[in-house]
């Protein structure tokens, strides 16, 4: 069974970068077919596809974030990275890592973690 785990910082200042990590239990994050996804949910609104990292590395971006988005991903770790700049209170959110199917479903999610942008 895969397992999602996603940590970084519960407090971030305006202006600042945000950096989440995923870690993925139970199943290889270069396994054909998977999409490595991060998506978030700001309080009292639904969830937001933020973007995602394929099984060989492509990126692909929400386009109201592609601008201020970037994933990576580190193999030797099983884990993949959000980074977002330029944070504001907006982007106060529950932060997820979740695997997209390609062409099917998310089937596996974190936990969620919170993400609070404030001075």
């Known amino acids: 069974q895969v397992q999602l785990q996603e940590s970084g910082p519960g407090l971030v200042k305006p202006s600042q970068t945000l950096s989440l990590t995923c870690t993925v239990f139970g199943g290889s994050i270069t396994t054909n077919g998977y999409y490595w996804t991060w998506i978030r949910q700001p309080p009292g609104k639904g969830l937001e596809w933020i973007g995602s990292?394929?099984?060989?590395?492509?990126?692909i971006y929400s386009p109201s974030l592609k601008s201020r988005a970037s994933i990576s991903r580190d193999t030797s770790k099983n884990q993949f990275t959000l980074q977002l700049i330029s944070e504001a209170p907006e982007d106060t959110a529950v932060y997820y890592c979740t695997r997209f199917r390609g062409g099917w479903d998310f089937d596996y999610w974190g936990q969620g973690t919170q993400v609070t942008v404030s001075s």
């Open positions: 990292i394929a099984y060989d590395g492509d990126t």
